[in-house]
């Protein structure tokens, strides 16, 4: 799925508020595989939330970037949870 996303596997890791220093994982000799077991051991190091629609996969980190994969269905207004406003009443994008 990483590669689906476009992604390396060290830009999936979510290095604030993990164990990410604490185990070593800003090695740079560490491979891709190693960094998978930290993660699989380590869940709250992947960084989130991945979202899988048919247009496509992305870490939606901010959450706006989901819609770039979304459908171009919704036809309203949409804020972001801290209030920020992404898309206007016509449904363009703002930001």
């Known amino acids: 799925?990483?590669?689906?996303?476009?992604?390396t596997v060290r830009?999936?890791?979510?290095?604030k508020g993990t164990p990410y220093a604490e185990l070593g994982l800003d090695d740079p000799e560490l491979t891709d595989d190693q960094l998978l077991d930290a993660m699989l051991a380590h869940?709250?190091?992947?960084?989130r939330p991945f979202v899988v629609t048919p247009l496509g996969t992305r870490l939606c980190?901010?959450?706006?970037?989901?819609?770039?994969?979304?459908?171009d269905t919704f036809t309203g207004s949409f804020a972001k949870?801290?209030?920020?406003?992404i898309l206007d009443d016509q449904g363009k994008r703002l930001v």
């Open 43 to 47: 869940p709250i190091l992947i960084n």
């Open 81 to 85: 949870e801290d209030g920020e406003l």
């Open 1 to 7: 799925m990483i590669a689906d996303a476009g992604l």
């Open 11 to 15: 830009e999936a890791i979510r290095e």
């Open 61 to 71: 980190r901010p959450s706006e970037k989901a819609l770039d994969i979304l459908p």
